[in-house]
């Protein structure tokens, strides 16, 4: 069972470090991944080790609904992202989380009358894959000796790395100057309604902004199917605009 804590508790259990950012260390890296981590943080910033975000945007949940929502990604624990939708002018109150190495959702009408609750071992799989596509906002995470990359070419770029304990493989796509253009991976999942398996989960990433030394996405699209022509008519679920982030 998931560990019913809050965000902010989540924000406060993460481990500040001294550690910042020097080009100089990555020499030993593929030009692309450079220029990525180049671009993505300044010079002289200190290494997060969390990352909190204010957000809004739309989900899909049959047709597509308005929502705001705060998210806190500690990298020692997991993530909460706390939102409110609103359906047919009603709003629905709940969080996804990832705590510890367990996986929840619970989502309630009103804030009162459940109309979702989820937990297991296929939300928590799933809920991996979601941590591992939103290291994106915490760039930190890929200065570690432990994640290791490899190129396809000077745009294509592959990592890998852990993510609590787990495996982690990631895909992404720069621009010339090291922008992030899009990020792919194969995610647990049931989009068809039936047995959960790998799908590929992907999103594109269509404006970036500056944060406290960090240069990242601020308005992306993603979803399943991704580089299919089912991302588009079937597998995008999630339109989101960042508002506001802070590091620790």
């Not at 992202?81 to 969080?95: E, F, H, K, R």
């Not at 990242?216 to 022509?229: C, E, K, Q, S, V």
């Amino acid at each position: 069972m998931t560990k019913s804590i809050s965000l902010d508790t989540l924000w406060e259990s993460a481990t500040p470090t001294e550690l910042v950012f020097s080009p100089d260390k990555l020499s030993h890296l593929p030009e692309p991944a450079k220029r990525y981590l180049e671009h993505a943080i300044a010079p002289g910033t200190k290494l997060a080790t969390a990352v909190r975000l204010k957000m809004h945007g739309e989900i899909k949940l049959k047709k597509w609904i308005p929502f705001t929502a705060e998210q806190v990604i500690c990298w020692e624990r997991g993530l909460i992202w706390s939102a409110t939708a609103w359906m047919n002018g009603l709003p629905i109150v709940g969080s996804d989380r990832l705590i510890d190495g367990v996986g929840a959702m619970q989502w309630k009408l009103l804030g009162l009358f459940p109309v979702m609750t989820a937990s297991g071992s296929d939300i928590t799989r799933s809920a991996f894959g979601r941590l591992q596509a939103e290291s994106t906002w915490l760039p930190s995470v890929f200065c570690g000796d432990e994640v290791s990359w490899k190129t396809m070419d000077s745009s294509h770029l592959h990592s890998s790395f852990v993510v609590q304990n787990e495996s982690a493989e990631l895909d992404l796509t720069i621009d010339r100057s090291g922008q992030l253009k899009t990020i792919h991976l194969s995610r647990w999942g049931n989009p068809e309604g039936a047995e959960s398996h790998y799908v590929d989960f992907g999103g594109i990433l269509e404006e970036e902004g500056t944060f406290c030394g960090y240069t990242i996405p601020t308005r992306l699209r993603a979803g399943w199917y991704f580089g299919t022509n089912r991302f588009e008519s079937e597998g995008e679920f999630f339109r989101a605009t960042i508002d506001d982030v802070i590091y620790r």
